[in-house]
């Protein structure tokens, strides 16, 4: 692949060519601000929030242009400051954007580049589109369209990502919206509530169902694992709010999933702090389950298992171990199988 | 997997079998979408269900369930007989090609339309023409080809077609079974099962005996005869030769067939432990049920389909009362006389990395910041992201010569209907754990039998009627789901659910290899239930 040189805000830099400037500022840590842009899907060009200077005099977006050798690029001047703070403010004017009442508080994009930009409300006899707020008929996904963009993120990540072509833009200039094929609930569609959607909106516009009353954002921690369902072993980043209650589930990038998820690993943690789960080792006596010790527990266990193995050998004892289970568990089960108890009778459901 | 997730987009045209992949690998599913749909790569669908894929599908085969020997023989029939196969790849890197080539004569397109249930020969001719054409061609496929008495045979008639064509070792191509639970490749790797140590070797070689007991240091002489497979070992249990089961994270009261039968076994031995994180079917029928931790509230590795070993973090505190897996195996061993002293999940993995050559190189550091596909023999070695690169393990590519044989169970005029069993996109195995996640349960809350439209009508049936599907083994009763998904006189059930559990009705038949059940066909009859 070529390089190439160009210089951004004064620094040189080097990409490759092919890319865009907005591709390669980032990879050089300069922060153009997007809407429309995202390096999951292919690129729209459409908000032109990214727009840069380019070579003094052009004004150019970034994340469509190419980048070519020996070209200077400023990222930001006041001029350019000015052009975005309108395409915000444009925006705001559009929809109904009151962080105040919006679930998606601190997780929008849209809220930080007004803040960024210093935009303002509108005034208050702007005429507002009303649009299709419907958050009950999806299980897993809300809807909000006052808060929406028209940034088609959403309409690309279905199309391209999950590839069920949900969304779809219907109506023209103010009229413009979405509609989820065709239907107007979203429930009626064909959605099969992968989230990714709602994972790559910008605003508030989509969210899921699992946030709501669960804390604000900049409250919540998050952690990467796996997802506990299929071979994909899709890497997920959960998020747990302030008391430790698991709230979203987001794809994470640098997975073999790319940052994809399905409804399962997307909305199949529930479990994990239900009301099924057993706290205590249980002891059947009489045909009824008591609640015993850790010790009186392993000791039993361990008592029978020995005795079993006195009196009938260790080909009479048998470990169902687990494919849900981390391989630590899997070594330590099939070892404690052969090592302690001395048999091969071990086995998984690898085959069920 | 031979092949990675991330070479799909390589691949010039896939050949998907046996895996309704949208559904149970919806992550991989919507990969392949993106290539054939918004791409224009050529798919080939062969199953017994018009499922998701088969819709995009350039050719779709809609096959008898249990004949996937004779189609993939039919493809590699047909590309022996027009000469479209790598003769240099067979040549140099394969062997067993004249005595295959032999067997082979017999699949003709219309020998094997007439085994399958095909219409039309000509689209086993166009589909082999496809994958001639379009290479790299990549083999996807699922429990629709392993969960027979002829699983094994299936598998090898994967790689026969890969040899073939010459798709093995390179980027793109590949035999890629996609594994069903998000560690079962790791739970084989680490050795839980009932013939190999951990990285496969096997336990009925002495060296490997001798070099376990070392590494283990245990006093005991480590067993060189193979143990008992699950199925096995619940025969075994009725038998009364096994006296003690220890059955972690596993529900084999819903998911192994013959439910029946498991229930016995359970109530036959005389000692029953189960560790699990809720009250499943099967800690039911325990003497002691020990708590152990849900997959965010402990740490460790799990190795997915395509051989990538994946850190797993400590999401939420754990649930009081519960104590880590590894804890409560180690406390029983040490009660039994061992004395294990580790202190966490790494302890564990750095004795795993010692015993396992496959994943000797890779550490928990490592998987923080790379990408590892075992093998890794180092901690300098990137590990693997195709196998068979320059050489197959044994040297040469066997190709095997295999003949079509029927499933264990036809049909008869009492049992007239093909029974298949799978999963649903929102559910998971015995559904303990989407069943009790509130909007999977919600979006699919009960469970269904598919039937095919003709079907219905014959047997005076509507959509979300109640009918009673019956086997050799027993009945439920479901409501019918009217589509014309299935092929006609094949039903199809999901196998999530208690209310219906379709593991009532299937049989336990085994491929006598690799022991796995024949889930995926049995015989069945459907009767309408007046309400
Ligand atoms: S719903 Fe969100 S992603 Fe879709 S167009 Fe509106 S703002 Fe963009
Ligand atoms: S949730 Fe998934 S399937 Fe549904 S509209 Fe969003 S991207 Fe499409
Ligand atoms: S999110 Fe879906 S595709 Fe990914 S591992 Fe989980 S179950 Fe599989």
Redesign the pocket.
């Known amino acids: 692949m070529n390089k190439i040189q160009l210089t951004i805000d004064g620094v040189e830099v080097t990409g490759t060519q092919g890319q865009t400037i907005l591709e390669i500022a980032r990879d050089n840590g300069f922060d153009i601000p997007t809407l429309c842009y995202h390096p999951s899907i292919s690129k729209t060009g459409a908000c032109r929030l990214c727009i840069v200077r380019v070579n003094g005099n052009m004004i150019k977006a970034s994340c469509t242009e190419p980048a070519a050798e020996g070209a200077k690029i400023i990222t930001e001047d006041a001029e350019i400051a000015g052009l975005r703070k309108g395409i915000l403010e444009m925006l705001l004017a559009e929809g109904d954007h009151n962080c105040l009442y919006c679930e998606e508080n601190g997780n929008c994009e849209l809220q930080a580049l007004c803040y960024r930009y210093g935009a303002e409300n509108p005034a208050a006899d702007f005429p507002k589109n009303k649009r299709q707020i419907d958050v009950t008929s999806s299980k897993g996904l809300r809807r909000n369209e006052n808060r929406c963009v028209l940034c088609g993120r959403c309409v690309k990540a279905c199309a391209e990502i999950q590839v069920q072509n949900v969304w779809q833009f219907d109506g023209r200039g103010s009229h413009a919206c979405l509609t989820s094929d065709m239907f107007e609930k979203l429930g009626d569609s064909s959605c099969v509530q992968c989230g990714q959607c709602v994972q790559i909106c910008p605003t508030g516009a989509l969210s899921f169902q699992t946030v709501l009353g669960r804390g604000p954002e900049w409250e919540l921690k998050k952690e990467s694992s796996i ?1 506990i ?2 071979g ?3 890497k997920i980043d959960f998020y747990t709010n302030k008391q430790g209650q698991l709230v979203k589930a987001i794809g994470n990038p640098d997975g073999p ?1 790319k940052g994809h ?2 409804v ?2 997307r909305f199949g943690f529930d479990f994990v702090q239900g009301d099924k789960r057993i706290t205590s080792p249980l002891i059947k006596r009489n045909g009824k389950f008591e609640e015993a010790s850790w010790d009186e527990a392993l000791d039993y266990v361990s008592k029978r298992f020995s005795e079993i193995k006195q009196a009938s050998g260790p080909d009479s004892i048998m470990a169902f171990s687990s494919a849900k289970c981390t391989n630590e568990e899997n070594y330590l089960m099939q070892k404690f199988m052969r090592a302690v108890v001395g048999t091969n009778n071990v086995d998984h459901c690898a085959r069920l | 997997m031979t092949n990675s997730i991330r070479e799909i987009p390589l691949t010039e045209s896939f050949l998907v079998i046996g895996s309704n992949t949208t559904e149970n ?3 991989i599913g919507s990969m392949i979408k993106n290539e054939v749909i918004n791409k224009g790569k050529k798919l080939v669908v062969v199953d017994p269900r018009k499922i998701e894929l088969a819709k995009h599908a350039d050719v779709f085969l809609q096959i008898k369930p249990g004949t996937n020997v004779a189609i993939l023989n039919g493809f590699a029939h047909v590309l022996i007989k027009e000469n479209l196969y790598d003769k240099e790849f067979v040549k140099e890197r394969c062997e067993g090609f004249d005595e295959m080539a032999k067997t082979l004569e017999k699949y003709t397109p219309e020998h094997v339309a007439k085994i399958c249930g095909l219409d039309d020969p000509s689209k086993i001719v166009e589909a082999a023409r496809i994958f001639a054409a379009s290479k790299p061609m990549a083999l996807y496929y699922c429990m629709g080809i392993t969960q027979f008495k002829s699983g094994v045979n299936g598998v090898k008639c994967c790689a026969n077609l890969q040899m073939l064509l010459g798709n093995l070792g390179i980027p793109g191509g590949g035999v890629n079974p996609l594994r069903g639970q ?1 560690n079962v490749q790791g739970a084989c790797d680490m050795g839980a099962l009932n013939a190999v140590y951990p990285a496969y070797q096997p336990v009925a070689n002495e060296e490997n005996q001798k070099k376990f007991k070392e590494a283990w240091k245990t006093p005991l002489e480590l067993s060189i005869k193979p143990g008992l497979t699950i199925v096995e070992s619940l025969n075994a249990a009725i038998a009364g030769d096994v006296k003690a089961l220890y059955v972690f994270g596993e529900n084999p009261v819903m998911s192994d067939p013959n439910q029946h039968h498991v229930i016995e076994a359970l109530e036959h031995a005389e000692f029953v432990v189960v560790q699990d994180i809720v009250l499943t079917e099967t800690a039911a029928l325990a003497d002691v049920v020990l708590p152990g931790r849900a997959f965010i509230e402990k740490e460790g590795t799990a190795s997915n389909t395509e051989r990538r070993v994946q850190p797993m973090h400590k999401v939420v505190e754990p649930l009081k009362g519960t104590q880590d897996d590894w804890w409560i195996i180690m406390q029983i061993a040490n009660r039994m006389g061992a004395s294990w002293d580790y202190t966490c999940a790494k302890d564990i993995f750095e004795e795993v990395r010692k015993v396992t050559p496959s994943y000797a190189g890779i550490t928990y550091e490592r998987l923080e910041k790379e990408l590892i596909q075992w093998p890794c023999p180092n901690e300098q070695h990137p590990g693997t992201q195709y196998l068979h690169k320059e050489k197959f393990n044994r040297g040469l590519g066997l190709m095997s010569a295999i003949e079509f044989t029927p499933p264990a169970e036809d049909v008869d005029p009492e049992y007239p209907m093909i029974l298949t069993t799978g999963r649903i996109l929102q559910h998971f195995h015995t559904g303990t754990m989407t069943r009790n996640s509130r909007i999977l349960d919600e979006i699919a809350p009960e469970g269904f039998v598919e039937l095919h439209s003709n079907d219905a009508s014959n047997y005076n049936v509507s959509d979300g009627e109640v009918v009673s599907i019956s086997t050799r083994r027993g009945s439920v009763r479901m409501k019918a789901r009217v589509t014309d998904k299935p092929k006609p006189n094949v039903v199809f059930m999901p196998f999530h659910f208690v209310e219906a559990a379709a593991n009532k009705l299937t049989i336990d038949a085994l491929d006598p290899t690799c022991k796995i059940p024949e889930y995926k066909v049995c015989a069945c009859k459907i009767e309408k239930v007046n309400a």
């Open positions: 997802c369902y299929c994909v072993g899709c999933n998820l399905c399962k690993g | 690998h919806p992550v998000n």
